[in-house]
Nanobody, 123 residues
Framework: QVQLVESGGGLVQAGGSLRLSCAPS????????MAWFRQVPGKAREFVAA????????NYADSVKGRFTISRDDAENTVYLSMNSLKLDDTAVYYC????????????????WGQGTQVTVSS
């Protein structure tokens, strides 16, 4: 079974930065839109950012625009989420998703999911 493996999460102070990485375990997702979502306990998983198959087009949740950047390196078969100016509200488990429709924001639009990586922002 294809797995997406996230890394890069951790504890950071408010205002700091982190970069998350996502790589599939078995197959390339060239030609597929990919995305990041996040979830806090008791709440639904929410869209953060998406990138199209070529890496040219991106889409962001309003809450992260101007602070987060999604990118992909198909040579490395990896998708990244660079997070700057982190806020307490950014604390969540971040999930990578693949196999989605063009810049889709709904969880149901994606076929493959990672296990998640915890990001904790402290004051």
């Amino acid at each position: 079974q294809v797995q997406l493996v996230e890394s890069g999460g951790g504890l950071v102070q408010a205002g700091g930065s982190l970069r998350l990485s996502c790589a599939p375990s078995e197959r390339t997702f060239r030609g597929s839109a990919m995305a990041w979502f996040r979830q806090v306990p008791g709440k639904a998983r929410e869209f953060v950012a998406a990138i199209n198959w070529s890496g040219v087009m991106t889409n962001y949740a309003d809450s992260v625009k101007g602070r987060f950047t999604i990118s992909r390196d198909d040579a490395e078969n990896t998708v990244y989420l660079s997070m700057n100016s982190l806020k307490l509200d950014d604390t969540a488990v971040y999930y990578c998703a693949a196999g989605g429709s063009y810049l889709a924001t709904a969880t149901t639009s994606y076929v493959y999911w990672g296990q998640g990586t915890q990001v904790t922002v402290s004051s």
